[in-house]
């Protein structure tokens, strides 16, 4: 699976972090939602609308399951993006505090720093940056230190989308929560690849976005504790108890239910093999390439991440060979276009030629071993290749 033929030669994708192609199984259920199951999940006056309300809440009942939540307390999103919106806006616009503190990871997705720095624009709250080593990995001294300090809200990822570190999420709700503080957890990268507990982890919000799961892009959830306020920022038919009116993406709503029913039954078999690959391509790209560094944090990091940077060949040389094979990045997929060093790297202070070199490869369910191994193959030669040219120059 997901083959893409380009002038006769078959792409590999490995690039799982920026988006996953949609399970057939979770496919077909979007067709039927769209086609013979439709309906507004809105229309009380008919079956056609009581049947799609049903397709909905038996989706929340499967996202509810794979995170330890409650259904009620799930909204249904167009993504990972508008969910963390609707938390860190939400919960600004409702807080009683003269000047609101948010205190964020510097690592965090451009969704989460960008919404906070728009507000710090308007003069609607300050930013607090926690501190990342260079592994990327938090320190929660400082971490508590700053909860102690007070805060409105705090904002820490599940896991990383450009070096795939998995943050000590149960630990940091605790300390959120001995502290009385909203936490924020963008579980776009973890949620369906490693447990997410809600009810019992102390996380308040939880960001989860489909298509990183094999469901289609476009849809995407917030949780919202119960008890929790939180401000609109989208306002019309008042539906989801007014916090995200809008008519319900009935085929992207089953969809993620359907991808979450499969995540839950097939998450850890799958995570295990998909860290098979990983492991069988690091190696392969160690021993051919000996420059070759892991950047991350390789003892926490998800099973289908590796983030290698080669440093002294640029990556944009790296990628401008292989983009007609390999289907690799040079970080998060970016939506300006613009081509500007990642910030997660920055924040960790790495050398420029570590960052400069860096690559992101993302592997999956659909990845095969063969995949893999030609993956390895092209890396090493294309390598190989700059490496001479350089040399001759
Ligand atoms: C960590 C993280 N947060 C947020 C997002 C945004 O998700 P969406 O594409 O659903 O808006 C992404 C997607 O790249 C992500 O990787």
Redesign the pocket.
Known sequence: MPELMIKEQTLIYLDY???TPTDPRVAEKVLASMTSQFGNASSTDHVFGDKAAAAVSQAAQHLAQLVGASPKEIIFT???????NLAIQGTIAASHDSLPRIAISPV??Q??LDTCKALEKRRRAEIIYLRVDSQGRLDLNHLEQTCRDGVSLLCV?A???EIGNIYPIEKIGRIAQNHNIPFLC?G??AVGKIPINVAEWGITYL?V????FYAP?GV?ALVVKRGYTLEPILFGGGHQKGLRSGTLNLPGIVGLGEACRWRQLEMVQDESAIAAKRDRLQAQLAEKIPELIINGDINSRLAGNLHISIPGIPNSAIIARVRGKLAISRG??CSSGVEAPSHVLRAMNLPEDVIEGALRIGIGKFTTEAEIDQAADILASTVKDISRLLAEN
């Open positions: 972090h920026a988006t167009s993504g990972a993006t508008e969910s963390i965090e997705h969704a989460v990822m896991a990383n989308n963008d776009s990268q960001a976005s489909g298509h990183k892009q995407g998060s997929a």
